[in-house]
């Protein structure tokens, strides 16, 4: 049996709060890291935890990237 989640994002949605959300409901951390690896990005490592706030529990998600970024002055990105 397939299963199919639908969420009908009319306004947007967080990344971060959508994943935990997915998590909360079932799917596994392993399967979403497999699923990322096929896309062949680096430089990042996802957490997940369950947090436990007025009697009631949730997952939080948060992606750390490895490496800095660069930010640039306006002046060389306007020279792009």
């Known amino acids: 049996?397939?299963?199919?989640a639908?969420?009908?994002c009319l306004?947007?949605?967080s990344g971060d709060m959508f994943?935990?959300?997915c998590l909360d409901l079932g799917?596994?951390?392993n399967t979403l890291k497999q699923e990322l690896a096929k896309i062949a990005l680096s430089g990042y490592q996802l957490e997940a935890w369950t947090e436990l706030k007025q009697g009631l529990s949730a997952h939080r998600f948060q992606v750390r990237l490895e490496a800095k970024h660069?930010?640039?002055p306006?002046?060389?990105i306007k020279a792009l």
């Open 74 to 76: 306006y002046k060389e």
């Open 6 to 8: 639908f969420a009908d």
């Open 1 to 4: 049996m397939t299963t199919i």
């Open 70 to 72: 660069h930010h640039r």
């Open 19 to 21: 994943l935990a959300a």
């Open 27 to 29: 799917l596994p951390l």
């Open 11 to 13: 306004a947007g949605v």
